[in-house]
């Protein structure tokens, strides 16, 4: 079964400053997609950034980005030049290839700070 | 493109009755779609998977009595709640996998939840 972990449950960053999320997985798959999904008060989730095992280059989207470390089983956020929009929760996922089913961290809640 | 139409958005039922959540893909054909159950503050839990035309399939721990899906066309699948009690109050989202629309390439795309509340 794979699992994916995210250790903080909160995270606080200052308007225009940048903050990194954690998370790691457990799989036995060679093949697989990341995610990071963010789920602002409407409870809408949005796909932020996503992440394919094979490449070694890490997924960058405008002022996110990750760092895909495939062999430590890690995949953190990194949001630059937070804005106010940035609040909400975020979620780390995982889905191996050929299946659309995903399995989903806790969760980490982002405040901004103006 | 790529909308998935979830309604209602909220519902408020009494306790024995029955609930029925609709996932529709507006702009594509849905070959599978997923139920996903919420509670306040935490993670998104799989329930079952749905395919066009077949029976869904089940994670384990989930009632297939109690919640029942039907997927009768390539753009509509519903979750019912069955004689619903308090215990079964939720935020329930429904993805669906379709075709690729975006630069990203996903195909994977969520509705807007409904959140269920039992008296």
């Known amino acids: 079964a794979q699992t994916v972990t995210q250790s903080q449950p909160e995270m606080s960053v200052q308007e225009a400053e940048t903050v990194t999320l954690s998370c790691t997985y457990d799989t036995s798959e060679s093949d697989y997609y990341l995610f990071w999904y963010k789920q602002p008060p409407s409870r809408q989730m949005i796909l932020v950034i996503r992440q394919e095992a094979y490449k070694q280059q890490n997924a960058t989207e405008n002022r996110f980005s990750v760092n895909f470390q495939k062999a430590a089983k890690s995949f953190s956020l990194k949001i630059s030049d937070s804005q106010l929009g940035d609040a909400a929760m975020y979620f780390c996922a995982y889905r191996i290839t050929n299946d659309y089913k995903l399995s989903f961290g806790a969760g980490t809640t982002v405040t901004v700070r103006a | 493109g790529a909308v998935v139409s979830q309604h209602p958005s909220w519902v408020i039922c009494k306790s024995g009755t029955s609930v029925k959540i609709e996932c529709r893909s507006l702009d594509f054909q849905a070959t599978t779609m997923f139920w996903y159950r919420q509670f306040p503050k935490q993670s998104l839990m799989l329930m079952a998977t749905s395919n066009e035309g077949s029976k869904a399939t089940y994670e384990q721990g989930v009632e297939k009595d109690k919640f029942l899906i039907n997927h009768a066309s390539l753009t509509l699948s519903t979750l019912t709640v069955t004689s619903a009690h308090p215990e079964d109050s939720s935020f329930y989202i429904c993805?669906?996998?379709?075709?690729?629309?975006?630069?990203?390439?996903?195909?994977?795309?969520f509705g807007s939840g409904t959140q269920l509340s039992v008296l």
């Open positions: 993805s669906a996998r379709g075709q690729s629309f975006f630069a990203t390439n996903e195909k994977l795309f």
